[in-house]
């Protein structure tokens, strides 16, 4: 089991930690708030409207940090299945395919396994999240 887990959650596997909320800070009140009405089983209209006098900002942060933790569960499921030989393209069914450029080390449109693809993708989106400027945790 011990073992088990240690692959589950190893840093060179694809599975990352959950994004969490400083407890006591507004956005995780915040995130809490949203946890709580997305259970309750309300309609998803007034779930995601912004409370009453919640910066805009803020309430978008929440759910997109919260929105990149679920993603990233089942991205860590999926990719344990998906190989480079099993998944050799990016894909959107047979009509659609996904190339990948960050203007860095891919300058242009490139053609990658779905694994090594979606391991850019995820890695770009948490060093969004990660990024001060973008997603400060501080007001």
């Known amino acids: ?21 400083e407890p006591g800070t507004q956005r995780f009140e915040l995130y809490k708030r949203a946890q709580a009405s997305l259970k309750s089983g309300l309609d998803l209209r007034k779930v995601v409207q912004l409370p ?19 993603i990233n569960l089942i991205y860590g499921t999926v990719s344990e299945f998906c190989t480079e030989k099993s998944c050799p393209i990016m894909s959107g069914g047979p009509r659609y395919e996904y190339r990948w450029q960050d203007g860095d080390e891919y300058k242009r449109p490139t053609k990658l396994p779905a694994l090594i693809y979606m391991n850019l993708l995820m890695n770009w989106i948490e060093s969004l999240i990660n990024n001060e400027d973008i997603f400060p945790t501080r007001v």
């Open 1 to 21: 089991m011990a073992l088990c887990l240690g692959q589950v959650f190893s840093k060179d596997k694809t599975f990352r930690p959950r994004k969490r909320f």
């Open 52 to 70: 009453d006098g919640e910066n805009i900002n803020d309430w978008i942060a929440v759910h997109v940090v919260d929105f990149f933790n679920r």
